[in-house]
Nanobody, 118 residues
Framework: QVQLVESGGGLVQAGGSLRLSCVAS????????MGWFRQAPGKEREFVAH????????YYTDSVKGRFTISRDNAKNTVYLQMNSLKPEDTAVYYC???????????WGQGTQVTVSS
């Protein structure tokens, strides 16, 4: 089992910044690809970004490229999402995900609310 706890959400004006954190406990953190997803009201959960076990490979959805940066600190069992130039359409609950190599080895945090006012 892997337990994930997100923090860092809040209310920010358009153009502002937030940094989300996700602390993992349980299994070996460094063996997991870590990702961030988000779900806006009335919409399906969507992929935002992910980072491989070493931090050497990252991938972003097009709408956040150049504004968001995902990173990880394996010594602290933590993955981050730095969000800059926030837009009202970034408003959502943001979820941390840990994805292992085996099918079914996937875990989610409880989510943290990000609200961007115009």
């Amino acid at each position: 089992q892997v337990q994930l706890v997100e923090s860092g959400g809040g209310l920010v004006q358009a153009g502002g910044s937030l940094r989300l954190s996700c602390v993992a406990s349980g299994r070996t953190f460094r063996s997991y690809t870590m990702g961030w997803f988000r779900q806006a009201p009335g919409k399906e959960r969507e992929f935002v970004a992910h980072i491989n076990w070493s931090g050497g490979s990252t991938y972003y959805t097009d709408s956040v490229k150049g504004r968001f940066t995902i990173s990880r600190d394996n010594a602290k069992n933590t993955v981050y999402l730095q969000m800059n130039s926030l837009k009202p359409e970034d408003t959502a609950v943001y979820y941390c995900n840990a994805e292992g190599a085996l099918q079914g080895d996937s875990y989610w945090g409880q989510g943290t609310q990000v609200t961007v006012s115009s």
